[in-house]
Protein backbone atom coordinates (compact mmCIF):
# COMPACT_ATOMS: atom_id res chain seq x y z
CA UNK A 1 0.00 0.00 0.00
CA UNK A 2 1.47 3.77 -0.51
CA UNK A 3 1.98 6.43 2.04
CA UNK A 4 -0.97 8.75 2.37
CA UNK A 5 1.50 11.53 2.04
CA UNK A 6 5.08 11.89 -0.36
CA UNK A 7 7.89 14.40 0.35
CA UNK A 8 9.08 15.93 -3.17
CA UNK A 9 12.19 15.26 -4.14
CA UNK A 10 14.29 18.22 -4.68
CA UNK A 11 14.36 17.90 -8.85
CA UNK A 12 13.89 19.28 -12.12
CA UNK A 13 13.79 17.92 -15.75
CA UNK A 14 17.42 19.17 -16.24
CA UNK A 15 18.62 16.64 -13.43
CA UNK A 16 17.33 14.20 -15.50
CA UNK A 17 19.23 15.18 -18.61
CA UNK A 18 22.54 13.71 -17.12
CA UNK A 19 23.70 10.03 -18.07
CA UNK A 20 26.12 9.01 -15.64
CA UNK A 21 29.12 11.43 -16.87
CA UNK A 22 27.03 12.79 -20.15
CA UNK A 23 25.17 15.66 -20.34
CA UNK A 24 22.56 15.87 -22.76
CA UNK A 25 22.33 19.35 -24.68
CA UNK A 26 19.86 21.46 -24.17
CA UNK A 27 18.69 24.95 -25.02
CA UNK A 28 17.75 27.88 -22.13
CA UNK A 29 14.84 29.01 -22.63
CA UNK A 30 12.28 31.52 -20.89
CA UNK A 31 8.58 29.91 -21.08
CA UNK A 32 5.34 32.19 -19.46
CA UNK A 33 2.04 29.37 -18.70
CA UNK A 34 -0.76 30.89 -17.51
CA UNK A 35 -2.27 30.46 -13.82
CA UNK A 36 -4.40 27.42 -15.01
CA UNK A 37 -1.65 24.88 -14.61
CA UNK A 38 0.64 26.13 -12.21
CA UNK A 39 0.57 23.13 -10.09
CA UNK A 40 1.62 21.36 -12.70
CA UNK A 41 4.52 23.84 -13.61
CA UNK A 42 5.34 23.68 -9.80
CA UNK A 43 5.83 19.70 -10.58
CA UNK A 44 8.13 19.82 -13.43
CA UNK A 45 10.42 22.89 -12.60
CA UNK A 46 12.70 24.11 -9.52
CA UNK A 47 11.52 26.88 -7.32
CA UNK A 48 14.54 29.24 -8.12
CA UNK A 49 13.45 28.82 -12.06
CA UNK A 50 9.89 30.11 -11.74
CA UNK A 51 9.55 33.82 -11.35
CA UNK A 52 5.29 34.20 -9.96
CA UNK A 53 3.69 37.52 -11.68
CA UNK A 54 1.00 39.65 -10.51
CA UNK A 55 -1.52 38.75 -12.65
CA UNK A 56 -0.96 34.81 -12.11
CA UNK A 57 1.30 33.56 -14.53
CA UNK A 58 4.68 31.87 -14.36
CA UNK A 59 7.73 32.52 -16.24
CA UNK A 60 10.30 29.79 -16.10
CA UNK A 61 13.93 29.68 -17.32
CA UNK A 62 15.11 26.64 -17.66
CA UNK A 63 17.11 24.38 -20.19
CA UNK A 64 14.81 22.02 -22.59
CA UNK A 65 15.98 20.00 -25.38
CA UNK A 66 15.16 20.82 -29.35
CA UNK A 67 13.80 17.12 -30.11
CA UNK A 68 10.44 15.45 -30.23
CA UNK A 69 10.43 14.87 -26.32
CA UNK A 70 10.91 18.81 -25.95
CA UNK A 71 8.10 19.62 -28.21
CA UNK A 72 5.80 17.51 -27.01
CA UNK A 73 6.31 18.38 -23.70
CA UNK A 74 5.35 21.85 -24.76
CA UNK A 75 2.66 21.20 -26.48
CA UNK A 76 1.35 19.57 -23.55
CA UNK A 77 0.31 22.23 -21.83
CA UNK A 78 -1.71 23.18 -25.15
CA UNK A 79 -2.30 27.44 -24.86
CA UNK A 80 -1.57 27.62 -21.39
CA UNK A 81 2.48 27.72 -22.36
CA UNK A 82 4.02 30.52 -24.36
CA UNK A 83 7.69 30.34 -25.27
CA UNK A 84 8.77 33.63 -24.50
CA UNK A 85 12.51 33.29 -25.34
CA UNK A 86 14.64 32.07 -27.61
CA UNK A 87 13.00 33.20 -31.45
CA UNK A 88 14.03 30.24 -33.15
CA UNK A 89 12.22 27.38 -30.39
CA UNK A 90 9.31 29.55 -30.99
CA UNK A 91 9.64 29.96 -34.72
CA UNK A 92 9.88 26.01 -34.70
CA UNK A 93 7.13 25.45 -32.03
CA UNK A 94 4.81 27.51 -34.16
CA UNK A 95 6.06 25.85 -37.30
CA UNK A 96 4.69 22.44 -35.59
CA UNK A 97 1.32 23.83 -34.46
CA UNK A 98 0.77 25.24 -38.22
CA UNK A 99 1.20 21.43 -39.56
CA UNK A 100 -1.20 20.13 -36.32
CA UNK A 101 -3.77 22.73 -37.71
CA UNK A 102 -3.37 22.03 -41.52
CA UNK A 103 -3.97 18.47 -40.75
CA UNK A 104 -7.55 19.22 -39.23
CA UNK A 105 -8.63 21.63 -42.07
CA UNK A 106 -10.65 18.88 -43.54
Known amino acids: QLPQTFSR ?60 WGFSFLLGFGADVEVLEPKRLRTTLKEKLKKILEQYQT
Open 9 to 68: RNKSYSDFTEFGSEKLSGTPAVLKFLPAVRYRVEDYFQKDEIVYKKDGSLIVSTVLPEDA
